[in-house]
């Protein structure tokens, strides 16, 4: 069965200084793995995917993750933290047989950014 | 290019009263999902449709189904609300159910439910 950790409900951090999302997962096939971003009231928004192409990933407004499957993590990260970059993440994934649009949620972590 | 919409965005409903969500695609997309989110339970996946056939069901009472219609367009429909049918429902789409690796899905705003 799949699942994913996140291991962080919420992240604190200072404007200019990186991020670090962390997110562990657990699959029977080779997953495809993604994080989403939640603004208040808003819908989800992509940010990126991992799909066994390449194992670092680059997705939108300078976030990028890594698959490590020694480690079964899939880390999201930004080198410098943005005011707008205050909401909600989620690392997800699907790895029905043949792929499928069935996603598993991780419980999201809350990113707050102070000036 | 419009994106998914989903009506109404917010609504209020008694409980053992029904209720029927829309969702329209994005143009050309054929496969809608459906996700509840509570605080409690997080996201959690209803159900998947693509050509007016359910593709993919997950953990929910037979209270909880949907359709869609050869427009791609979808609806869910909860029947004998509960108290704790008090979610966001949302909804996304792709253009199809996936092949090796899943699809990337867009998702609409959500309909706001609550159930007094």
């Known amino acids: 069965a799949q699942s994913v950790t996140q291991l962080d409900s919420h992240v604190s951090v200072s404007e200019g200084t990186p991020v670090l999302l962390r997110c562990n997962y657990s699959s029977s096939y080779s997953p495809s793995l993604f994080w989403y971003v939640q603004h208040p009231n808003k819908g989800l928004q992509l940010l990126l995917k991992?799909?066994?192409?390449?194992?670092l990933v680059k997705g939108i407004n300078g976030f990028e993750a890594e698959f490590k499957k020694s480690e079964t993590s899939f880390h999201l990260t930004k080198p410098s933290a943005h005011m707008s970059d205050a909401a909600e993440y989620f690392c997800v994934v699907s790895d029905l047989p043949g792929g499928g649009n069935k996603l598993t949620f991780g419980t999201g972590t809350q990113l707050k950014v102070e000036l | 290019k419009a994106g998914v919409t989903q009506t109404p965005r917010y609504l209020i409903k008694t409980r053992g009263q029904q209720v029927t969500l829309s969702c329209s695609p994005i143009s050309g997309h054929r496969s809608v999902s459906w996700y509840q989110q509570t605080p409690g339970q997080g996201l959690q996946f209803l159900f998947e449709?693509?050509?007016?056939?359910?593709?993919n069901k997950g953990n929910f009472p037979g209270r909880f189904s949907g359709r869609q219609f050869s427009n791609s367009r979808s609806e869910m429909n909860v029947s004998t609300l509960e108290l704790g049918d008090s979610a966001l429902y949302l909804c996304?789409?792709?253009?199809?159910?996936?092949?090796?690796?899943?699809?990337?899905?867009?998702f609409g705003a959500g309909s706001r439910l609550t159930v007094l």
């Open positions: 991992y799909t066994s192409a390449a194992t």
């Open positions: 449709y693509f050509s007016e056939t359910q593709r």
């Open positions: 996304a789409s792709s253009l199809s159910p996936g092949g090796l690796g899943a699809n990337v899905l867009t």
